[in-house]
């Protein structure tokens, strides 16, 4: 065995932490193809095995081969005369197997050099055997690693032994990332499939934000406090419901924590993500009221057989509610389950309507108009005769889209019921 082959095992064991009786069984495994490919014919024996010494540098191949009788003798790869065996075991019946040594004498440099690449084989598989041994249980939990490179743009992250995956779907699109960027990610799964083991990450899962939560938050991982529900747009906004059973504890207090802190060191992780923490409620009518703060709902209606929740705000309101690009309403309606629909509050406008239709009644009773004119009248400014007196004839045509002839005969009517004349 040559020192680059030592040196190879060394490695493996202390660097990439597989075990040194798997280094050498690869290592074994790797010469017995060597010796197929260097011996004509090696292919045809059934068994061989390969004994490394590691410590005296040696390596030997031996060939189990079946004794028969001197005349039955037909196969020289998986038999032996008899004759021959009685050399090396005086015991030896027919059919029994008998062991040789059948290293070749320039078994060298040539075999270590193929043996090192079937070696190599054997420990990368090894190594992702290991991966999914160490990682499979770990699904769910957050991990640290540094930016090695991009492959297009899947994120390939150092995760110390090994190495993880960060797919262009589980990224957070607000986020850059630079090689030797140090992160933390959440580990999606842990795959097994036909190229082995694959450890995906994940900035942008919604179970992100929840590990997080219990890292920061005392009282969410000894379960005084509960995340009841979690919905994320990845770099923009996330609302998380929170509920406690103990009546003594404020859930969104403890979440946020004194200043604040708690939940500043979520959004400094998150990249200053917002972040919003409700107390959970299982009365729609309530939960939807916290979820759509800030704004200030003025009528709430439940449609509990479609799941369907109404609620209506003040034009002021409506854009709070609604939130940026709809994110306030589609994040409430996921976190609910339920359908939130967002309306402008119509009851005061209705009752603006009304008054002006009252007002331009009365205003058309006084001057001989129908109700559409006078309703014109009104909006243009005219809200009494009086004031109606003092318009100028064509601003009057203008406006109800009449003849100044016709404009001034509601003029001359004004001046007729006007007070002051």
Request: hydrophobic share 40%; proline share 3%; net charge negative.
């Amino acid at each position: 065995m040559t020192n680059d082959i030592v040196a190879l095992i060394d490695y493996y064991e202390k660097e990439k932490g597989i075990d040194r009786d798997k280094v050498v069984a690869a290592l074994e495994y790797a010469f017995i193809s060597a010796y197929r490919k260097m011996v004509p014919g090696a292919d045809a024996i059934e068994t061989l095995r390969a004994d490394v010494n590691t410590k005296k540098g040696e390596t030997r191949i031996f060939a189990v081969l079946t004794a028969v009788a001197d005349e039955d003798y037909k196969d020289k790869f998986n038999e032996v005369p008899l004759a021959t065996a009685l050399k090396k075991n005086p015991e030896t019946q027919p059919g029994d197997q008998v062991e040789f040594n059948v290293t070749p004498k320039d078994f060298g440099r040539i075999a270590v050099q193929t043996a090192k690449q079937t070696m190599m084989q054997r420990l990368r598989q090894a190594e992702k055997e290991m991966i999914y041994e160490e990682f499979k249980d770990r699904a769910g939990d957050i991990v640290s690693g540094t930016v090695r490179r991009f492959d297009r743009s899947d994120v390939l992250i150092d995760l110390g032994k090994f190495e993880g995956v960060m797919p262009s779907r589980e990224r957070v699109q607000t986020e850059e990332y630079n090689i030797g960027d140090r992160i933390r990610a959440y580990v999606v799964a842990v795959e097994n499939e036909g190229r082995g083991p694959e450890i995906i990450l994940s900035r942008s899962h919604p179970n992100f934000v929840r590990r997080l939560f219990e890292a920061e938050v005392n009282e969410i991982s000894d379960r005084t406090v509960e995340i009841r529900g979690i919905a994320r747009e990845a770099g923009y906004r996330t609302k998380v419901a929170v509920f406690s059973t103990d009546d003594k504890v404020d859930p969104v207090g403890a979440c946020v924590g004194l200043r604040g802190a708690r939940v500043k060191n979520i959004v400094r992780e998150l990249n200053n993500e917002k972040v919003d923490i409700i107390r959970w409620s299982d009365e729609p009518e309530e939960f939807v009221r916290e979820a759509l703060k800030p704004a200030v709902l003025r009528t709430i209606t439940v449609d509990k057989e479609n799941r369907v929740v109404h609620v209506t705000v003040d034009e002021e309101d409506l854009s709070k509610a609604i939130g940026r690009r709809g994110q306030n309403a589609r994040l409430s309606s996921r976190l609910m389950g339920w359908d939130v629909q967002v309306r402008k509050d119509e009851s005061k406008l209705e009752q603006f309507e009304k008054k002006i239709a009252g007002a331009a009644h009365s205003m058309a009773e006084q001057l001989g108009l129908d109700d559409d004119l006078a309703a014109k009248l009104f909006r243009a400014g005219g809200m009494s005769a009086e004031i109606v007196a003092e318009m100028p004839v064509d601003y009057i045509a203008a406006n109800l889209e009449i003849s100044e002839e016709r404009a001034q005969d509601i003029l001359d009517r004004a001046k007729t019921n006007s007070p002051s004349t």
